[in-house]
């Protein structure tokens, strides 16, 4: 790849190697996830917990949102995405000035095999400024911090939460990002994650499992009636997060192509279909449907096809949503009931 010098500082608004499609699509995929964010988690955080809870819910999203922007564009964007300092993260540094955000053209998706045997992967380079692909990847980056604030609702306050986010947002969500997508040791052996079910879910909720475990339960008069304090507002900040994961699986493929439409459609069947099959479950166990469960269902089936959504046909996306309204489904409503350290969590 040639140096970010190469490009030159004086290029014009509307160079020859740019797809105005592409980013056009690239920068609409990155607000549709940023709404997911802010308002769609902040509103969804602040009405699904007890009324005494709701502000400092809101707050922690909305800190985490403006936090991981900064540190993103001054740090962590060259940590996931720049050059190698070790196999699974890059060299920190700021991602501010236009000489280094831009690329020519996308490198075809070969393997190179080495003179030593080893094998390098080429990185995918959009015909798009890499401004786009900065605000774009912050964008996941806030959610899945945002993200695992869910678990810490009501257990931790403001000001540990103002000291937890910049730390792991660099020493975890950096290294799981560069491993996989930013051409680290994950990527040179293939692994695939289309858009997230590594990189963002797992991660989210192994650290927030483990946060909540150590900072310890809530109270448990609170853990024995824990109602929503506005249904209302909490199916807003739901349809919010639904509608804007178009973006979030849409954007993964870098382009306005096949991919990114067949995920955008996947995503929404998988959705749909965890959303009915939490839903009819509720009906057949407890006599009546449930919003709070039909939320759940399609959030479960929203995560379930991320890793997949540009991957696979739309008739596994209906399969992989009946197995993400179940199996979760058992998970929550009849294991959590009989574990005792689920319980505790």
Not at 169 to 195: C, E, H, R
Not at 258 to 274: G, K
């Amino acid at each position: 790849m040639a140096t970010p010098e190469a490009y030159g500082t004086n290029l014009p608004s509307v160079p020859s190697w740019l797809n105005k499609g592409d980013n056009a699509w690239q920068m609409t995929a990155a607000t549709l996830v940023g709404l997911q964010s802010m308002p769609g988690l902040v509103i969804l955080y602040a009405s699904m917990v007890k009324k005494k809870w709701a502000v400092n819910s809101a707050f922690m999203a909305l800190y985490a949102f403006a936090a991981v922007l900064i540190l993103w564009v001054l740090l962590c964007y060259r940590m996931a995405f720049g050059d190698a300092l070790l196999p699974f993260w890059g060299k920190g540094a700021p991602a501010l000035g236009q000489s280094f955000l831009v690329r020519r053209a996308k490198v075809p998706e070969t393997v190179r095999h080495h003179q030593d045997g080893s094998i390098k992967k080429p990185a995918t380079e959009p015909f798009y400024p890499m401004a786009t692909l900065v605000y774009f990847q912050f964008t996941f980056a806030a959610i899945t911090m945002i993200l695992l604030a869910g678990s810490v609702l009501g257990r931790m306050n403001i000001l540990a939460w103002m000291a937890f986010v910049p730390l792991w947002l660099v020493f975890s969500y950096t290294v799981g990002a560069y491993s996989l997508w930013g051409g680290g040791f994950l990527y040179q052996w293939g692994v695939i994650d289309y858009s997230g079910g590594y990189v963002i879910h797992l991660a989210s909720g192994i650290a927030g499992f483990t946060a909540a475990y150590w900072v310890g339960p809530r109270l448990k008069s609170d853990r024995e009636r824990f109602p929503p304090n506005n249904v209302l507002l909490m199916l807003a900040g739901a349809g919010l997060l639904w509608m804007g994961w178009s973006g979030f699986n849409g954007g993964a493929p870098y382009a306005a192509n096949i991919d990114a439409s067949v995920a955008v459609l996947n995503t929404n069947i998988c959705a749909a279909t965890s959303l009915l099959i939490w839903t009819s479950l509720d009906v057949i166990f407890f006599g009546k449907p449930s919003v709070i469960g039909a939320i759940q269902g399609m959030m479960t089936g929203l995560a379930c096809i991320t890793p997949g959504a540009g991957v696979v046909q739309s008739w596994a996306a209906i399969v992989i949503g009946v197995l993400s309204g179940s199996v979760p489904w058992v998970s929550m409503m009849i294991l959590h009931k009989k574990s005792t350290l689920l319980q505790k969590a």
